[in-house]
């Protein structure tokens, strides 16, 4: 039986770090919202970034379901900030008889500022082609965050490796 992985994590967490590692341990195709949007936008969504995102998720979930169902293992990094998306998704994919493991990247304060600053050093640097988190960008994706449950999340990693 194949598994159906959703990683959960705020905004620089780990979350496509620790993805990237558990699709070559298990097999997996990987399904990010970011390299998607980054593709078609190169991360110049603007002010319809949640409707782009949202778009692109739903097209992930389908797509998902195509893929599980050939009986491949899938890993979807997009973030569920906020309990609501959780929700969301369990609620499609049992509507698919599908349920989904959660895993979950904890990041301690300080080595997420550390990832922050790592990761707008490489967009710097020419490294990464991603989008520059400042201040404003954290606090307003900050406000969106909603740290899971413990009974939502069946695999909680904390990131030590930012």
Same mark, same amino acid.
């Given at each position: 039986?194949?598994?159906?992985?959703?990683?959960?994590?705020?905004?620089?967490?780990?979350?496509?770090?620790?993805?990237?590692?558990?699709?070559?341990?298990?097999?997996? $195709?990987?399904?990010?919202?970011?390299?998607?949007?980054?593709?078609?936008?190169?991360?110049?969504?603007?002010?319809?970034?949640?409707?782009? $995102?949202?778009?692109?998720?739903?097209?992930?979930?389908?797509?998902?379901?195509?893929?599980?169902?050939?009986?491949?293992?899938?890993?979807?990094?997009?973030?569920?900030?906020?309990?609501?998306?959780?929700?969301?998704?369990?609620?499609?994919?049992?509507?698919?008889?599908?349920?989904?493991?959660?895993?979950?990247?904890? $990041?301690?304060?300080?080595?997420?500022?550390?990832?922050?600053?790592?990761?707008?050093?490489?967009?710097?640097?020419?490294?990464?082609?991603?989008?520059?988190?400042?201040?404003?960008?954290?606090?307003?994706?900050?406000?969106?965050?909603?740290?899971?449950?413990?009974?939502?999340?069946?695999?909680?990693?904390?990131?030590?490796?930012?």
């Amino acid at each position: 039986m194949p598994k159906l992985i959703l990683v959960c994590g705020k905004i620089c967490s780990g979350k496509t770090t620790y993805t990237k590692k558990l699709i070559k341990e298990i097999k997996a $195709v990987h399904l990010s919202v970011d390299e998607i949007s980054m593709s078609i936008y190169g991360g110049q969504v603007g002010s319809t970034h949640a409707q782009v $995102v949202e778009k692109i998720i739903h097209y992930l979930f389908n797509k998902s379901i195509e893929i599980y169902n050939t009986g491949f293992n899938v890993v979807i990094d997009t973030g569920f900030w906020q309990k609501a998306d959780r929700n969301e998704a369990n609620e499609f994919y049992k509507n698919h008889n599908i349920i989904p493991e959660w895993h979950y990247i904890d $990041v301690p304060d300080e080595m997420w500022q550390k990832g922050i600053r790592k990761r707008n050093n490489d967009i710097k640097i020419g490294r990464t082609v991603d989008c520059v988190i400042d201040d404003n960008t954290m606090k307003m994706f900050l406000s969106f965050w909603e740290t899971p449950n413990k009974d939502e999340i069946d695999v909680w990693i904390i990131n030590d490796w930012c």
